[in-house]
């Protein structure tokens, strides 16, 4: 990495950091350097499964318009279901004022 992006990028003052979007962010010119990894001398990694997936949703949160357009589409999802029951509830409420401005119908048996 470059001198000028590494100076950039030490400008962040946030705590955790995703430095794989934040490198693709920041613009610079990036290149692929293909190695083959060898394999570890001693002991495991100590990235767990969790801390892994966890760096997965910092990246889909922190770089990504997709959890934007989710909770758009959710509140208008939530939006239209209000509004339905709104209309439901004041059909339920306005009811029984019908049936009570109704004429009530007398019936008369007759005795015989």
């Known amino acids: 990495m470059?001198?000028?992006a590494v100076d950039?990028?030490?400008?962040?003052?946030?705590?955790?950091?995703?430095?794989?979007?934040?490198?693709?962010w920041a613009g610079f010119r990036k290149a692929a350097?293909?190695?083959d990894a060898p394999p570890r001398f001693a002991?495991?990694?100590?990235?767990?499964?969790?801390?892994?997936f966890n760096i997965g949703l910092d990246a889909v949160f922190s770089f990504s318009l997709l959890p934007l357009r989710v909770s758009h589409v959710f509140g208008v999802?939530?939006?239209f279901r209000a509004c339905y029951a709104l209309q439901l509830s004041s059909r339920l409420v306005s009811r029984p004022r019908k049936a009570s401005q109704c004429q009530p119908v007398n019936v008369v048996a007759s005795r015989s």
């Open 33 to 35: 350097v293909d190695y």
């Open 8 to 24: 950039a990028l030490n400008r962040f003052s946030e705590r955790w950091l995703f430095y794989r979007g934040l490198v693709h």
């Open 43 to 52: 002991g495991s990694s100590s990235y767990s499964l969790t801390r892994m």
């Open 77 to 79: 999802i939530c939006m």
């Open 2 to 4: 470059d001198r000028v």
